[in-house]
């Protein structure tokens, strides 16, 4: 179908610096098909007025766990080790494929009404993650969380390379599948090692947690007289294309072997903050050259699935942190959200920015709210002022996934049903409490 969204305000994320095209753009079939002006012969068969709204590429989170959404609000102001092992982990043996698919719809309808259109997943029972991905229109790179206890969970390696084979390039092309070891302090060497294998041969990349707190550094340099990250390049995980969630406590040695490893560190700045873990140095990553991407992490550490929460508190932590009020620009954080989240996830050439060509995943803002007013910089706007419920419209592939605020895949009042009687399944929890 041909989709012509008039009159808006088109913020392509193209180039270094901010590009905005005050006019039109099309959409044919599933990719955009001019930004500006029509060209003769364009014949819409839907027309979406953007009329003083602001049009932007679809948001990337490059690093979530979304089904965690039946963790939400249980387990919060905890030390990470106590969050992680005591209360998340207990929790999780509990987890079956329905819960994971209810989990993942609820979470999917949040981001659809936040504008996210491509996200990264690593969890369990992955194939439901794919399930309801599929169904609910969204872009994803999947992966099975892969973490060593025991010598049967070398198993968990077959059940990756199944998955591989069951859902890559699945949903159209819009799932594609990842191998992630979970991380260092959970996976022994010879574990990471054939998990990169894995990868290696399935042509696939590598999606994993590194240097989150400085207890796994420190328990790192004491089992291996190495840094998370020298130890994983060391074991050759970063000879396939990897993107790393976190790297926090990282020094100038990482932050030059990430760069020349061409790894991508995707920030989580709410999660790394609330779970007292510090936050990345991302202006020393961005001047080494490593592209860094956001993520919002799971909802039990975050709590919500807001990229535009994540822009705000990457671009004002960094300044805070510098003391240097230009350490992180707005338009830096929205290329981290958008261009950055794509090219962590291999997948600029077709997402991430606006253009003739391009895969139409993009957004549309109703910015007739007040804290748009007055009219000045629209990237300013986007990153200090804008709410993910400003989002209106959505599409994804070229196809409307949310239209003037109705989401068109999922039955929410369905999602969020069966999500509380999962949660609740898990937890105990039936309804609010202090």
């Known amino acids: 179908m041909r989709t012509l969204i008039r009159n808006g305000a088109i913020l392509t994320m193209e180039g270094a610096e901010p590009e905005l095209v005050l006019g039109d753009l099309g959409i044919d079939g599933s990719r955009v098909a001019f930004v500006g002006s029509p060209p003769a012969g364009f014949a819409p068969e839907r027309t979406i007025d953007a009329a003083g709204g602001i049009v932007m590429p679809g948001l990337v989170d490059a690093h979530t766990h979304i089904a965690m959404s039946l963790l939400r609000h249980y387990a919060d102001d905890l030390p990470f080790w106590n969050w992680l092992f005591e209360r998340v982990m207990p929790a999780e043996e509990k987890l079956c494929a329905r819960y994971v698919y209810d989990g993942s719809m609820l979470s999917l309808a949040e981001m659809i009404r936040g504008g996210v259109t491509c996200f990264a997943d690593m969890y369990f029972f992955m194939d439901e993650v794919a399930r309801a991905t599929e169904r609910a229109g969204l872009r994803a790179r999947l992966s099975r969380g892969l973490a060593f206890n025991a010598p049967g969970d070398e198993a968990k390696l077959d059940e990756s390379r199944d998955f591989h084979a069951a859902w890559n390039g699945a949903a159209g092309g819009r799932v594609l599948v990842d191998v992630a070891p979970h991380a260092v302090y959970t996976c022994p060497p010879a574990f990471i090692e054939k998990a990169s294998d894995l990868a290696s041969e399935l042509g696939c990349m590598i999606h994993v947690h590194l240097s989150e707190s400085r207890k796994e550094v420190a328990d790192c340099l004491a089992a291996y007289g190495k840094s998370p990250v020298a130890h994983v390049r060391d074991l050759g995980l970063f000879r396939n294309r990897t993107y790393a969630a976190h790297c926090v406590h990282v020094d100038d040695a990482d932050i030059a072997a990430l760069a020349e490893g061409g790894v991508a560190v995707v920030n989580n700045p709410s999660s790394n903050l609330k779970l007292g873990n510090g936050f990345a140095p991302v202006g020393r990553m961005l001047a080494a050259g490593v592209n860094v991407a956001l993520g919002t992490d799971g909802q039990a550490s975050n709590n919500n699935l807001n990229m535009f929460e994540e822009m705000h508190v990457a671009a004002l932590v960094n300044k805070g942190i510098e003391e240097d009020p230009t350490a992180l620009s707005a338009y830096t954080a929205l290329r981290m959200a958008t261009i950055g989240g ?81 949660a609740a399944a898990m937890t105990g929890g039936a309804g609010f409490r202090p």
Do not use: W
Not at 364 to 374: G, I, M, N
Not at 377 to 404: I, K, N
Not at 408 to 422: G, L, M, P, V, Y
């Open 342 to 422: 794509a090219r962590a996830l291999g997948l600029d050439g077709e997402i991430g920015s606006l253009r003739a060509g391009k895969k139409a995943d993009l957004i549309v803002l109703d910015a007739s709210a007040p804290h748009f007013y007055p009219r000045n910089s629209v990237t300013a706007a986007l990153v200090y002022a804008a709410q993910a419920q400003d989002v209106r419209t959505v599409f994804c592939d070229g196809e409307p996934v949310m239209l003037d605020g109705a989401i068109t895949t999922i039955d929410e009042a369905e999602a969020r049903a069966k999500a509380q009687e999962s």
